[in-house]
Protein backbone atom coordinates (compact mmCIF):
# COMPACT_ATOMS: atom_id res chain seq x y z
CA UNK A 1 0.00 0.00 0.00
CA UNK A 2 2.75 2.51 1.02
CA UNK A 3 4.67 1.58 -2.23
CA UNK A 4 1.49 2.30 -4.33
CA UNK A 5 0.88 5.46 -2.47
CA UNK A 6 4.29 6.48 -3.57
CA UNK A 7 3.73 5.70 -7.24
CA UNK A 8 0.34 7.63 -6.86
CA UNK A 9 2.56 10.70 -5.35
CA UNK A 10 4.86 10.72 -8.45
CA UNK A 11 2.28 10.32 -10.19
CA UNK A 12 0.40 13.20 -9.41
CA UNK A 13 3.48 15.67 -9.30
CA UNK A 14 4.80 14.19 -12.45
CA UNK A 15 1.00 15.01 -14.15
CA UNK A 16 -0.57 18.04 -12.89
CA UNK A 17 -0.42 18.55 -9.04
CA UNK A 18 -0.99 21.82 -7.43
CA UNK A 19 0.39 21.49 -4.33
CA UNK A 20 3.34 23.86 -5.72
CA UNK A 21 6.08 21.76 -3.60
CA UNK A 22 7.52 20.34 -7.50
CA UNK A 23 8.09 22.43 -10.29
CA UNK A 24 5.68 20.76 -12.40
CA UNK A 25 2.29 20.91 -9.60
CA UNK A 26 4.27 24.86 -9.22
CA UNK A 27 3.79 25.52 -13.14
CA UNK A 28 -0.25 23.19 -13.41
CA UNK A 29 -1.06 25.69 -10.05
CA UNK A 30 0.22 28.59 -11.76
CA UNK A 31 -1.56 28.41 -14.81
CA UNK A 32 -5.28 26.88 -13.75
CA UNK A 33 -4.87 30.05 -10.82
CA UNK A 34 -4.37 32.52 -13.77
CA UNK A 35 -7.30 30.90 -16.42
CA UNK A 36 -9.80 31.05 -12.90
CA UNK A 37 -8.88 34.86 -12.51
CA UNK A 38 -9.10 35.57 -16.15
CA UNK A 39 -12.68 33.83 -16.50
CA UNK A 40 -13.47 35.95 -13.29
CA UNK A 41 -12.45 38.73 -14.43
CA UNK A 42 -14.25 38.40 -17.65
CA UNK A 43 -17.21 37.61 -15.91
CA UNK A 44 -17.42 40.31 -13.92
CA UNK A 45 -16.94 42.75 -16.89
CA UNK A 46 -19.75 41.10 -18.38
CA UNK A 47 -21.58 42.17 -15.72
CA UNK A 48 -22.16 38.07 -14.85
CA UNK A 49 -21.48 36.56 -11.39
CA UNK A 50 -22.88 39.22 -9.04
CA UNK A 51 -25.39 38.43 -5.89
CA UNK A 52 -28.68 39.64 -6.25
CA UNK A 53 -28.24 41.26 -2.39
CA UNK A 54 -25.16 43.24 -4.24
CA UNK A 55 -26.50 43.93 -7.70
CA UNK A 56 -29.41 46.91 -7.03
CA UNK A 57 -26.26 49.28 -5.49
CA UNK A 58 -23.60 50.21 -8.19
CA UNK A 59 -21.30 51.11 -4.80
CA UNK A 60 -21.81 47.71 -3.54
CA UNK A 61 -21.10 45.64 -6.61
CA UNK A 62 -18.61 47.42 -7.70
CA UNK A 63 -16.87 46.96 -3.99
CA UNK A 64 -17.94 43.10 -4.00
CA UNK A 65 -15.77 42.85 -7.36
CA UNK A 66 -12.86 44.32 -6.27
CA UNK A 67 -12.57 42.04 -3.24
CA UNK A 68 -13.63 39.38 -5.30
CA UNK A 69 -10.89 39.75 -7.89
CA UNK A 70 -8.22 41.05 -4.87
CA UNK A 71 -8.45 37.74 -3.71
CA UNK A 72 -8.05 35.78 -6.91
CA UNK A 73 -5.12 37.78 -7.51
CA UNK A 74 -3.78 37.10 -4.24
CA UNK A 75 -3.67 33.40 -5.18
CA UNK A 76 -1.94 34.14 -9.11
CA UNK A 77 0.53 36.01 -6.93
CA UNK A 78 0.75 33.04 -4.30
CA UNK A 79 1.18 30.60 -7.16
CA UNK A 80 3.49 32.45 -9.32
CA UNK A 81 6.14 32.44 -6.44
CA UNK A 82 5.87 29.23 -5.54
CA UNK A 83 6.39 28.60 -9.37
CA UNK A 84 9.71 31.06 -9.63
CA UNK A 85 10.96 29.38 -6.99
CA UNK A 86 10.87 25.88 -8.18
CA UNK A 87 11.98 27.76 -11.62
CA UNK A 88 14.85 29.02 -9.82
CA UNK A 89 15.70 25.27 -7.83
CA UNK A 90 16.23 23.84 -10.97
CA UNK A 91 17.79 26.41 -13.54
CA UNK A 92 21.10 25.66 -12.27
CA UNK A 93 20.97 21.95 -14.01
CA UNK A 94 20.02 23.86 -17.25
CA UNK A 95 23.23 26.21 -16.45
CA UNK A 96 25.00 23.33 -15.94
CA UNK A 97 23.98 21.38 -19.24
CA UNK A 98 24.88 24.81 -20.75
CA UNK A 99 27.87 25.19 -19.77
CA UNK A 100 29.34 21.60 -20.54
CA UNK A 101 27.56 22.22 -23.91
CA UNK A 102 29.28 24.66 -25.11
CA UNK A 103 32.65 22.94 -24.05
CA UNK A 104 31.64 19.85 -26.19
CA UNK A 105 30.97 22.61 -28.92
CA UNK A 106 34.68 23.77 -28.67
CA UNK A 107 36.24 20.68 -28.69
CA UNK A 108 34.06 19.66 -31.92
CA UNK A 109 34.75 23.18 -33.57
CA UNK A 110 38.71 21.95 -32.42
CA UNK A 111 38.80 18.34 -33.99
CA UNK A 112 37.07 19.95 -37.45
CA UNK A 113 39.54 22.61 -37.84
CA UNK A 114 42.57 20.92 -36.70
CA UNK A 115 41.43 18.54 -39.90
CA UNK A 116 44.60 18.69 -42.16
CA UNK A 117 46.24 21.65 -39.90
CA UNK A 118 47.03 18.98 -37.13
CA UNK A 119 46.51 19.25 -33.62
CA UNK A 120 48.23 21.94 -31.53
CA UNK A 121 49.12 22.64 -27.93
CA UNK A 122 47.16 25.91 -28.18
CA UNK A 123 43.87 24.04 -29.01
CA UNK A 124 44.76 21.33 -26.22
CA UNK A 125 45.42 24.83 -24.04
CA UNK A 126 41.85 26.50 -24.92
CA UNK A 127 40.14 22.88 -24.49
CA UNK A 128 41.63 22.73 -21.09
CA UNK A 129 40.72 26.58 -20.41
CA UNK A 130 37.19 25.88 -21.03
CA UNK A 131 37.08 22.80 -18.98
CA UNK A 132 38.28 24.55 -16.24
CA UNK A 133 36.18 27.68 -17.13
CA UNK A 134 32.99 25.23 -16.96
CA UNK A 135 33.84 23.18 -13.55
CA UNK A 136 34.37 26.63 -11.86
CA UNK A 137 30.47 27.81 -13.20
CA UNK A 138 28.92 23.93 -12.24
CA UNK A 139 30.81 24.76 -9.21
CA UNK A 140 29.00 27.56 -8.54
CA UNK A 141 25.77 26.34 -9.85
CA UNK A 142 25.62 23.87 -7.87
CA UNK A 143 26.43 26.37 -4.45
CA UNK A 144 23.85 28.44 -5.42
CA UNK A 145 21.06 25.73 -6.55
CA UNK A 146 18.79 27.24 -4.71
CA UNK A 147 19.32 30.87 -6.08
CA UNK A 148 19.20 29.70 -9.82
CA UNK A 149 23.25 28.59 -10.04
CA UNK A 150 25.48 30.21 -12.22
CA UNK A 151 23.59 33.18 -12.95
CA UNK A 152 22.65 33.94 -9.12
CA UNK A 153 25.11 36.71 -9.43
CA UNK A 154 23.54 38.55 -12.43
CA UNK A 155 20.20 38.69 -10.84
CA UNK A 156 19.20 41.64 -9.31
CA UNK A 157 17.54 42.47 -6.21
CA UNK A 158 14.36 42.92 -7.94
CA UNK A 159 14.41 39.55 -9.19
CA UNK A 160 15.44 40.26 -12.82
CA UNK A 161 17.99 39.53 -14.72
CA UNK A 162 20.63 42.90 -14.62
CA UNK A 163 22.10 43.56 -17.91
CA UNK A 164 25.25 45.60 -16.02
CA UNK A 165 25.91 42.88 -14.65
CA UNK A 166 25.74 40.02 -17.50
CA UNK A 167 27.52 41.90 -19.72
CA UNK A 168 30.12 42.50 -16.98
CA UNK A 169 30.08 38.82 -16.33
CA UNK A 170 30.47 38.27 -19.98
CA UNK A 171 33.52 39.99 -20.14
CA UNK A 172 35.15 38.66 -16.65
CA UNK A 173 34.76 35.62 -17.84
CA UNK A 174 36.24 35.95 -20.97
CA UNK A 175 39.15 37.55 -19.67
CA UNK A 176 39.69 34.48 -17.17
CA UNK A 177 39.50 32.41 -20.52
CA UNK A 178 42.17 33.89 -22.13
CA UNK A 179 44.09 33.80 -19.20
CA UNK A 180 44.30 30.76 -18.42
CA UNK A 181 44.83 29.51 -22.37
CA UNK A 182 48.02 31.55 -21.54
CA UNK A 183 48.98 29.67 -18.37
CA UNK A 184 48.29 26.20 -20.29
CA UNK A 185 50.42 27.03 -23.22
CA UNK A 186 53.02 28.37 -21.03
CA UNK A 187 52.72 25.32 -18.51
CA UNK A 188 53.63 23.35 -21.97
CA UNK A 189 56.51 25.55 -23.75
CA UNK A 190 59.48 23.68 -23.70
CA UNK A 191 62.33 26.43 -24.27
CA UNK A 192 63.09 29.29 -22.91
CA UNK A 193 62.03 31.39 -25.98
CA UNK A 194 58.59 30.31 -26.31
CA UNK A 195 57.77 31.32 -22.69
CA UNK A 196 59.51 34.63 -22.80
CA UNK A 197 57.07 35.25 -26.26
CA UNK A 198 53.84 33.88 -24.22
CA UNK A 199 55.07 36.07 -21.32
CA UNK A 200 55.06 38.98 -23.35
CA UNK A 201 51.39 38.61 -24.57
CA UNK A 202 50.21 39.23 -20.87
CA UNK A 203 52.35 42.86 -21.74
CA UNK A 204 49.12 45.82 -21.06
CA UNK A 205 50.30 47.29 -24.15
CA UNK A 206 49.21 44.68 -26.40
CA UNK A 207 46.08 44.15 -24.14
CA UNK A 208 44.95 47.99 -23.01
CA UNK A 209 41.77 47.65 -25.00
CA UNK A 210 40.40 44.42 -23.17
CA UNK A 211 41.90 45.42 -20.05
CA UNK A 212 39.96 49.17 -20.26
CA UNK A 213 36.39 47.35 -21.60
CA UNK A 214 36.64 45.42 -18.58
CA UNK A 215 37.31 47.74 -16.22
CA UNK A 216 34.54 50.29 -17.59
CA UNK A 217 31.99 47.60 -17.59
CA UNK A 218 32.52 46.03 -14.44
CA UNK A 219 32.95 50.23 -12.72
CA UNK A 220 29.25 50.00 -14.57
CA UNK A 221 27.93 46.90 -13.03
CA UNK A 222 29.11 48.19 -9.49
CA UNK A 223 27.62 51.89 -10.27
CA UNK A 224 24.44 50.82 -11.61
CA UNK A 225 24.03 49.12 -8.52
CA UNK A 226 24.99 51.90 -6.42
CA UNK A 227 22.10 54.59 -8.56
CA UNK A 228 19.12 52.23 -8.37
CA UNK A 229 19.36 51.67 -4.29
CA UNK A 230 19.54 55.02 -3.67
CA UNK A 231 16.98 56.26 -6.31
CA UNK A 232 14.48 53.44 -4.84
CA UNK A 233 15.06 54.43 -1.18
CA UNK A 234 14.57 58.34 -2.35
CA UNK A 235 11.54 57.73 -3.89
CA UNK A 236 12.46 58.52 -7.31
CA UNK A 237 12.37 55.30 -8.56
CA UNK A 238 9.63 52.40 -8.26
CA UNK A 239 10.49 49.24 -8.16
CA UNK A 240 8.48 46.03 -7.51
CA UNK A 241 10.08 42.62 -7.43
CA UNK A 242 9.22 39.83 -10.25
CA UNK A 243 8.04 36.09 -9.81
CA UNK A 244 11.31 35.07 -11.47
CA UNK A 245 14.06 36.42 -13.63
CA UNK A 246 13.57 35.83 -17.76
CA UNK A 247 16.11 36.21 -20.63
CA UNK A 248 14.37 39.05 -22.13
CA UNK A 249 14.79 40.88 -19.05
CA UNK A 250 18.56 41.57 -20.37
CA UNK A 251 16.89 43.86 -23.06
CA UNK A 252 13.48 45.06 -21.92
CA UNK A 253 12.48 47.33 -19.47
CA UNK A 254 10.57 46.62 -15.59
CA UNK A 255 7.38 46.70 -17.21
CA UNK A 256 8.65 44.24 -20.53
CA UNK A 257 8.67 47.05 -23.10
CA UNK A 258 12.34 46.93 -25.35
CA UNK A 259 14.62 49.20 -23.85
CA UNK A 260 17.34 50.99 -26.40
CA UNK A 261 20.05 51.76 -23.59
CA UNK A 262 19.46 48.39 -22.63
CA UNK A 263 19.54 46.53 -26.23
CA UNK A 264 22.25 48.96 -27.55
CA UNK A 265 24.45 47.87 -24.18
CA UNK A 266 24.08 44.01 -25.14
CA UNK A 267 23.95 44.13 -28.79
CA UNK A 268 27.32 46.23 -29.13
CA UNK A 269 29.31 44.37 -25.75
CA UNK A 270 28.43 40.91 -27.59
CA UNK A 271 29.87 42.11 -30.86
CA UNK A 272 32.64 43.21 -29.42
CA UNK A 273 33.42 40.31 -27.38
CA UNK A 274 32.96 37.92 -30.75
CA UNK A 275 35.41 40.08 -32.30
CA UNK A 276 37.96 39.36 -29.12
CA UNK A 277 37.49 35.94 -29.23
CA UNK A 278 37.76 35.89 -33.06
CA UNK A 279 41.60 37.51 -32.05
CA UNK A 280 41.97 35.46 -29.34
CA UNK A 281 41.40 32.52 -31.86
CA UNK A 282 43.75 33.39 -34.04
CA UNK A 283 46.44 34.81 -31.73
CA UNK A 284 46.05 32.75 -28.83
CA UNK A 285 50.16 33.62 -27.64
CA UNK A 286 48.53 36.56 -26.46
CA UNK A 287 45.70 38.45 -25.01
CA UNK A 288 43.46 39.67 -27.23
CA UNK A 289 44.62 43.10 -28.75
CA UNK A 290 41.04 45.10 -29.16
CA UNK A 291 41.02 47.70 -31.24
CA UNK A 292 40.39 51.30 -29.82
CA UNK A 293 37.91 52.10 -31.89
CA UNK A 294 36.21 49.22 -30.66
CA UNK A 295 36.72 49.49 -27.30
CA UNK A 296 35.81 53.59 -27.31
CA UNK A 297 32.42 52.34 -29.01
CA UNK A 298 31.89 50.00 -26.18
CA UNK A 299 32.67 52.70 -23.55
CA UNK A 300 30.34 55.28 -25.40
CA UNK A 301 27.75 52.33 -25.23
CA UNK A 302 28.45 51.72 -21.86
CA UNK A 303 27.70 55.91 -21.06
CA UNK A 304 24.74 55.87 -22.70
CA UNK A 305 23.73 52.77 -20.31
CA UNK A 306 24.44 54.66 -17.55
CA UNK A 307 22.95 57.90 -18.73
CA UNK A 308 20.06 55.80 -19.25
CA UNK A 309 19.70 54.40 -15.59
CA UNK A 310 19.99 58.12 -14.53
CA UNK A 311 16.83 59.18 -16.85
CA UNK A 312 14.80 56.58 -15.85
CA UNK A 313 12.33 56.81 -13.15
CA UNK A 314 10.56 59.46 -11.80
CA UNK A 315 8.32 60.21 -8.93
CA UNK A 316 4.57 59.74 -9.31
CA UNK A 317 2.43 63.37 -9.19
CA UNK A 318 -1.49 64.03 -8.47
CA UNK A 319 -2.51 67.00 -11.08
CA UNK A 320 -5.52 67.43 -9.98
CA UNK A 321 -8.85 66.15 -7.80
CA UNK A 322 -12.18 66.32 -9.42
CA UNK A 323 -15.63 64.88 -8.37
CA UNK A 324 -16.63 61.65 -11.21
CA UNK A 325 -20.02 62.87 -12.59
CA UNK A 326 -21.74 59.74 -14.02
CA UNK A 327 -25.11 60.87 -17.37
CA UNK A 328 -27.56 62.49 -15.53
CA UNK A 329 -26.01 63.83 -11.96
CA UNK A 330 -25.87 67.49 -11.38
CA UNK A 331 -23.04 69.46 -11.11
CA UNK A 332 -22.16 69.30 -7.36
CA UNK A 333 -19.05 69.86 -4.77
CA UNK A 334 -17.70 66.73 -3.65
CA UNK A 335 -19.35 65.25 -0.05
CA UNK A 336 -18.94 62.61 1.78
CA UNK A 337 -20.12 59.40 -0.64
CA UNK A 338 -19.11 60.58 -4.04
CA UNK A 339 -16.55 59.06 -6.14
CA UNK A 340 -13.33 61.01 -6.62
CA UNK A 341 -11.13 61.02 -9.91
CA UNK A 342 -7.38 61.42 -9.16
CA UNK A 343 -5.64 62.66 -12.52
CA UNK A 344 -1.86 62.62 -12.77
CA UNK A 345 0.89 60.01 -13.65
CA UNK A 346 3.30 57.22 -12.58
CA UNK A 347 0.42 55.56 -10.20
CA UNK A 348 1.20 52.50 -12.02
CA UNK A 349 5.07 51.47 -11.49
CA UNK A 350 6.83 49.26 -14.23
CA UNK A 351 5.66 45.60 -13.83
CA UNK A 352 3.01 46.32 -11.40
CA UNK A 353 0.39 45.84 -13.86
CA UNK A 354 -1.07 42.74 -12.37
CA UNK A 355 -3.78 42.66 -10.54
CA UNK A 356 -1.81 41.54 -7.19
CA UNK A 357 -0.35 44.63 -7.56
CA UNK A 358 -2.98 46.94 -8.26
CA UNK A 359 -4.90 45.96 -5.02
CA UNK A 360 -2.20 47.41 -3.22
CA UNK A 361 -2.53 50.56 -4.03
CA UNK A 362 -3.97 52.78 -1.38
CA UNK A 363 -5.35 56.67 -1.44
CA UNK A 364 -5.10 58.77 1.57
CA UNK A 365 -7.84 61.12 2.20
CA UNK A 366 -7.34 63.08 5.27
CA UNK A 367 -6.95 60.30 7.79
CA UNK A 368 -8.89 57.27 6.13
CA UNK A 369 -7.00 55.15 4.22
CA UNK A 370 -9.07 54.29 1.26
CA UNK A 371 -8.92 50.73 -1.46
CA UNK A 372 -8.62 51.44 -4.63
CA UNK A 373 -11.36 49.55 -6.04
CA UNK A 374 -10.45 47.51 -9.11
CA UNK A 375 -12.97 47.93 -12.11
CA UNK A 376 -12.71 44.96 -14.86
CA UNK A 377 -13.14 45.31 -18.38
CA UNK A 378 -12.62 42.83 -21.35
CA UNK A 379 -8.90 42.18 -20.98
CA UNK A 380 -7.64 44.51 -17.98
CA UNK A 381 -8.92 46.89 -15.46
CA UNK A 382 -10.00 50.27 -16.06
CA UNK A 383 -9.57 51.17 -12.42
CA UNK A 384 -6.90 51.82 -11.49
CA UNK A 385 -4.54 53.44 -14.77
CA UNK A 386 -1.21 54.70 -14.88
CA UNK A 387 -2.86 58.43 -15.25
CA UNK A 388 -5.93 58.32 -13.26
CA UNK A 389 -7.75 56.36 -10.30
CA UNK A 390 -11.05 56.92 -8.78
CA UNK A 391 -12.03 55.83 -5.55
CA UNK A 392 -15.20 56.86 -2.88
CA UNK A 393 -14.29 59.81 -0.25
CA UNK A 394 -15.65 57.50 2.92
CA UNK A 395 -18.28 58.96 5.54
CA UNK A 396 -15.23 58.83 8.43
CA UNK A 397 -13.74 61.58 5.96
CA UNK A 398 -14.37 64.90 8.20
CA UNK A 399 -15.90 68.03 5.59
CA UNK A 400 -13.29 70.84 5.34
CA UNK A 401 -9.75 71.04 3.70
CA UNK A 402 -8.08 67.31 3.26
CA UNK A 403 -5.54 66.45 1.50
CA UNK A 404 -5.26 63.36 -1.30
CA UNK A 405 -2.61 61.65 -1.50
CA UNK A 406 -1.72 58.22 -3.40
CA UNK A 407 0.05 55.04 -2.45
CA UNK A 408 1.33 52.99 -5.09
CA UNK A 409 2.03 49.71 -5.34
CA UNK A 410 5.74 50.05 -5.06
CA UNK A 411 5.36 52.05 -1.75
CA UNK A 412 6.08 55.34 -3.10
CA UNK A 413 4.14 58.48 -2.31
CA UNK A 414 2.58 60.94 -4.00
CA UNK A 415 2.06 65.19 -3.43
CA UNK A 416 -0.06 66.19 -1.26
CA UNK A 417 -2.97 67.89 -3.04
CA UNK A 418 -6.14 69.67 -1.37
CA UNK A 419 -9.51 69.46 -1.64
CA UNK A 420 -13.15 70.55 0.20
CA UNK A 421 -15.44 68.55 1.53
CA UNK A 422 -18.57 69.89 1.74
CA UNK A 423 -21.63 68.01 4.17
Not at 5 to 31: F, K, L, Q
Not at 60 to 67: G, I, K
Not at 331 to 342: K, L, N, S, V, Y
Request: with cysteine.
Amino acid sequence: MAVQEARGGVGAHGGGCTCGDCPHGARAGHRQAVAAFLLKRDEFAAGRGLPVAVAHSASASRQWVSEELTQSAELVAERGRAEGEAWLARLWRWTAYTVWSAVVLLLLGQALTAVGAGWSSARTAGLLAAVLVAGALTAASWLHRGRGGALAPVIGEDNRLSTSRAVAAGWVLFVAYAVLVLAGRLAAASNHTERDALISGLDLARGAGVVTVLAVVCGIAVLVRRVVGLRVLGQRIQKVRADRPRAADLLTDDSGRGAFTDIQYVVISAVALAFAAVRLARRPDQLPDLPWGLAVVVLVSAATYLAGKYADGGRPVVLSVVRAREAGDLDAPIRTGDDIEIRGAGFVPPGAQGADRLARMRVRIGAVNVHVPLVPVTGGFSNPTDTALTVPVPADVEPGRVEVQVVTAAGVETNRYTIDVTE
